[in-house]
Structure formats: structure tokens, C-alpha cells
């Protein structure tokens, strides 16, 4: 099991930039892809964008596509989810999950950094 600590979350003006961290301990991240999820007040979770476990891919949610870019540094054990033209529909508490190179599932999460937009 891994251990995901987000950070980086706050309160910005439309239009700002956010880059959100996402540090691992316990296991190294090279074995796992990773993801981006956000959860906003009364809605579902939804999927931002993944990154596999060698950084050679990435995918994006349409709105994310564009604006938000995912990077992993595995070396720092790290993941990290650049926002830039932010919209106050991005506000959300944002998630990073962790799912082994061989599992169809992300079963490591963190407890989330809250991104509020002001328009």
C-alpha cells in the first residue's frame, strides 16, 4: 500500500494558475499509474486526467484537456496536476489515487486538497 499526501490546494481569482502536489510514501511510485479525480458539493467524483507508471502517457477529462497537465517525478515520489485558466466550476476537492501497474483499479487515495474558484 502506498500513502498519498495531496497539497498545493487554495482559494484563487478565475483565471489563476494552481499546481497541485501529490507525495508518496511507503512504496516507490514507479510500479504504479496514476490519477487525478475531484469531487465537487453534491456531485460525483469525476476523473481529471492519468499518467502511467512510466510517464509515457497521459489522458485528460475533456475539461481538463488543455489546461491542466499531470507530470510525475519518480525520483521525488511525487505527482503533480498543473491548473492554469482556472474556471469557478473547477472548484472541487482534488484527489490523487494510485493504482499498480498490474490492477485495473486505483486502490490508494489521498484525503484530498480543496481548489475553491472565484469568479
Known amino acids: 500500500q502506498v500513502q498519498l499526501v495531496e497539497s498545493g490546494g487554495g482559494l484563487v481569482q478565475a483565471g489563476a494558475s494552481l499546481r497541485l502536489n501529490c507525495a508518496a510514501s511507503g512504496r516507490t511510485l514507479r510500479a504504479y499509474g496514476m490519477a487525478w479525480f475531484r469531487q465537487a458539493g453534491g456531485k460525483e467524483r469525476e476523473l481529471v486526467g492519468t499518467?502511467?507508471?512510466?510517464?509515457?502517457?497521459?489522458s485528460y477529462a475533456d475539461f481538463a484537456k488543455g489546461r491542466f497537465t499531470i507530470s510525475r517525478d519518480n525520483a521525488k515520489n511525487t505527482v503533480y496536476l498543473q491548473m492554469n485558466s482556472l474556471k469557478p466550476e473547477d472548484t472541487a476537492v482534488y484527489y490523487c489515487?494510485?493504482?499498480?501497474?498490474?490492477?485495473?483499479?486505483?486502490?490508494?487515495w489521498g484525503q484530498g486538497t480543496q481548489v475553491t474558484v472565484s469568479s
Open positions: 489515487a494510485a493504482r499498480y501497474f498490474t490492477s485495473r483499479d486505483y486502490t490508494d
Open positions: 499518467i502511467s507508471w512510466s510517464a509515457g502517457t497521459t
